[in-house]
């Protein structure tokens, strides 16, 4: 079996979590259980505690699994998060989950501002929680017509965030 | 009535400005992941892009006909970057005739589009490189997202897909040792201070490049708005240092010394040259001595090692030296 983080090695070491009565398991190859502090260093309670949340993270991902290759140039999941590099603009979507946990830290969660290229649709992106509070707004003012459009957008962004 | 506190840039400690663009094509993969073949007719359909631009004359520079010394040689007058230096032969380079605008093909990204002029200019290059960029986009397609803005090959440079940048020439606040100071506290608002030639670089010659390290969220007007804020308290904190250390004979005298060795030497080499370079800067900006700001800063980077390679056939490092110093003082008396 190979392990669920690299893909490439054989999986030697099985790691299981039950939380709230729900049990999980993870199969790992003895490098990557180390890089998530679940080798030799097990008893290294620094390491131990960021292991959990990286397997945690792994487990997590089994149930909604992420696209581990962009459809348009082949880049694997593992390569983007490696390099730190896109392989082209699709995989901006294709990495999207990746892309939630990284930009954060990079930018906050911001969105683009400014300049706009002339293939642009022109609406500036909101994200849910702005259309939210602008959905409420239009509901408060009795404004039915923007709030139907908000609402189509927000269920919109929603599926989308699913996927 | 204006705010006494109100930090100025002082021009004269401002070597040169610069803005790049970092723009991909929707229809190929971002450089890394290009074929060959897809690079060399992205290059194709690239080398005509600007032949009808209005604004400046532009030459297309296939790199694989460009040899080492005159990559390095461009590399120093900072209209490539160092990645872009040593890249393959999947790059090309459109060079603009007054070497103001250029553009890098298949760099990290497939185009980055620059503008770089002498002295505090951001806004002006803003405005120039805005209608350079109008021009490709309308005669490509750009790969854009509503939320992310300019999609970049690393997700750092999203949004705007912005670097304004603006070289200083701090010699007193590096003497002082106040500069990992500066550097911690301007990272705090998102911006960097990095050496000469950017990122790794070392800022020989008390150079420092000062540039917005976030591009997401913020728009290119505010992104010039915030570095001229920081650059202006750089400068007042750098002249600060100044008055304390330079306001006495003994510390002039170092300055006028290191103009004597120039106009003297016989033997120079890059290092001893980059440091009285920036005495010699200091007590021009100082007025301790009528030279011109532009006319030194020209010298730099000639006597860079690839510009004075150029000049002559391969050389040893004593040949450069001594070509360096005769350089120097030709310039100079």
């Known amino acids: ?163 | 009535m204006k705010d006494k506190k109100e930090k100025r840039i002082d021009p004269n400690m401002v070597v040169s400005s610069r803005i790049r663009l970092a723009r991909n094509l929707k229809k190929y993969p971002f450089p890394a992941r290009l074929t060959d073949s897809a690079a060399a007719e992205m290059k194709g359909e690239l080398h005509g892009l600007l032949e009808d631009y209005n604004g400046e004359s532009f030459d297309f520079l296939d790199m694989k006909n460009v040899s080492s010394v005159q990559a390095g040689a461009m590399m120093e007058e900072h209209l490539i970057s160092p990645e872009f230096a040593r890249a393959s032969e999947r790059s090309a380079l459109l060079l603009g005739r007054s070497k103001r605008l250029s553009v890098m093909i298949n760099e990290e990204d497939h185009l980055r589009i620059q503008a770089m002029g002498p002295g505090a200019c951001l806004e002006e290059l803003y405005e120039a490189i805005d209608v350079l960029d109008d021009f490709i986009d309308g005669k490509v397609v750009y790969a854009f997202s509503e939320k992310y803005g300019y999609l970049t090959a690393c997700p750092t440079n999203l949004g705007t897909g912005i670097r304004a940048s603006v070289m200083l020439h701090l010699p007193a606040l590096t003497r002082r040792g106040l500069m990992d100071r500066v550097i911690h506290s301007v990272s705090q608002v998102g911006i960097t201070v990095r050496g000469l030639y950017g990122e790794g670089t070392q800022a020989g010659a008390c150079l420092y490049q000062v540039s917005n390290s976030v591009s997401l969220g913020m728009s290119e007007k505010e992104t010039v708005e915030l570095l001229n804020r920081i650059v202006a308290q750089i400068c007042d904190s750098e002249r600060i240092a100044r008055e304390q250390l330079y306001s006495d004979l003994r510390t002039q005298d170092d300055l006028f010394r290191s103009y004597g060795i120039l106009k003297e030497c016989r033997m120079l080499t890059s290092a001893e040259f980059r440091a009285l370079y920036s005495k010699v800067r200091l007590a021009a900006e100082l007025k301790l001595l009528d030279l011109n700001l532009s006319d030194l800063d020209r010298l730099f980077i000639e006597c860079q090692p690839y510009n004075l390679m150029l000049t002559g056939e391969a050389q040893s490092d004593g040949e450069r030296d001594q070509r360096r110093a005769a350089l120097v003082r030709q310039r100079l008396n």
Do not use: W
């Open chain 1, 1 to 163: 079996m190979l392990c669920e983080n690299c893909k490439k090695n054989t999986a030697t070491t099985y790691f299981k979590q039950t939380v709230n009565g729900k049990t999980r398991e993870v199969f790992l190859c003895s490098e990557c259980a180390a890089k998530l502090g679940l080798g030799d260093s097990l008893m290294n309670f620094g390491n131990f505690g960021f292991g959990l949340s990286a397997v945690s993270d792994l487990l997590g991902s089994r149930s909604a699994p992420a696209a581990t290759r962009c459809p348009t140039c082949g880049s694997s999941l593992d390569e983007v998060s490696d390099t730190g590099m896109m392989g082209c603009a699709d995989c901006y979507d294709a990495f999207r989950d990746y892309l939630r946990k990284l930009l954060p830290r990079i930018s906050g969660n911001k969105v683009h501002t400014g300049k706009k290229p002339h293939t642009s649709e022109g609406e500036k992106y909101e994200d849910l929680s702005s259309l939210k509070a602008r959905l409420a707004e239009a509901v408060k003012t009795e404004n039915f017509e923007e709030a139907t459009v908000l609402r189509d957008k927000i269920r919109a962004l929603e599926s989308q965030d699913k996927e």
